[in-house]
């Protein structure tokens, strides 16, 4: 039974130490956008530090981090490949859902991911 326990608890804490995103939320005169980047197999400290870190001149960039994404998204870009790079994330998108317009496509062509609508 101890070990069961043990065991139970091991696949708790990797499931957990998987589980990463980060919700980044940027603004400026006439822009609001908010997007939760989930990590699928991006190296940890790569993606806390680089992907949930954008440098967007001229705009106010709030990141917060959590275990998944929150619901609420109007799309959500599963699977998306970065470019030039052998990683994937999902990424969902928040706020105007007219924008999806355009996100679909890039979604599809230029990250070769799945568009899905919540």
Known sequence: MRWMGLSLLLTLACGEALAQACVVHSQAERLDVKV?????????KLFAD???????AGQTVEVQYVDQ????AFGVCSNAQVANMPY???IHYYGVATDAAYLKPFCEAQSQGTWLKP
């Open 36 to 44: 939760c980047q989930e990590n699928r197999n991006i190296p940890e």
């Open 50 to 56: 680089g992907f949930c870190q954008p440098k967007l």
């Open 69 to 72: 994404c929150p619901s609420g």
């Open 88 to 90: 994937r994330q999902d």
